[in-house]
């Protein structure tokens, strides 16, 4: 397998596994494998590389409690889960939606003072800790923002090319949890 100039793959499932009897080194009963049947084809196109987070930082330093209620403010919420870090003050901040646990380090690594997500684990957030970088996890809840940008984006390029086309913005709420 060679990869393309970008770097980069696009897988393409087929239908359906496809088992077949495999002989497995010093495995006596043989065992019944599916395996999953795909196609590789490279991306030819080359176009800027992006991440799916932002680096920046606040205009001024905030403590940790000026920080939490400036979250809480932007994304309409009343609770949020904080993972304290070493430093006192605040001023650069990562981003990223969703699950945040495997931006820990690039966080660290960018030096970040705290990574604002939507999911910590919990031995993660130990590491991060122990690491002195300070996480605000505001829950997936934070996807709302997401959805009310992304339908004036849409809507925006679907005038621009005079499409009647209607975004309609889901206000079905997903999160399974109730903080009470």
């Known amino acids: 397998m060679s990869k393309c100039a970008s770097g980069q793959y696009i897988i393409s499932l087929l239908e359906g596994f496809a088992p077949k009897k495999m002989a497995v080194e010093g495995d006596p009963i043989g065992l ?3 395996e999953v049947a795909f196609d590789l084809y490279p991306l030819l196109n080359k176009g800027e590389e992006l991440g799916i987070g932002k680096i920046g930082k606040l205009p001024e330093e905030m403590n940790l409690q000026e920080f ?3 979250v809480k403010n932007a994304f309409g919420i009343s609770s949020l ?3 304290k ?3 006192s003050m605040l001023r650069k901040v990562a981003v990223v939606g969703g699950d945040g646990n495997k931006y820990i380090y690039p966080a660290l690594h960018k030096g970040a003072d705290v990574l604002v997500t939507g999911d910590i684990y919990y031995h993660n ?3 991060a800790q122990e690491e002195g970088l300070t996480i605000v996890d ?5 996807e709302q923002i997401m959805k009310r940008k992304l339908k004036v984006l849409l809507e925006q390029k679907i005038d621009a090319n005079k499409y009647e086309t209607e975004v309609v913005e889901s206000n079905i709420i997903t999160d399974p949890f109730t903080f009470m």
Request: proline fraction near 0%.
């Open 32 to 34: 019944q494998v599916e």
């Open 68 to 70: 939490v209620d400036h």
């Open 81 to 83: 889960r904080v993972i």
């Open 85 to 87: 870090g070493k430093k």
């Open 125 to 127: 957030a130990h590491d």
């Open 138 to 142: 505001a829950g997936h809840h934070i």
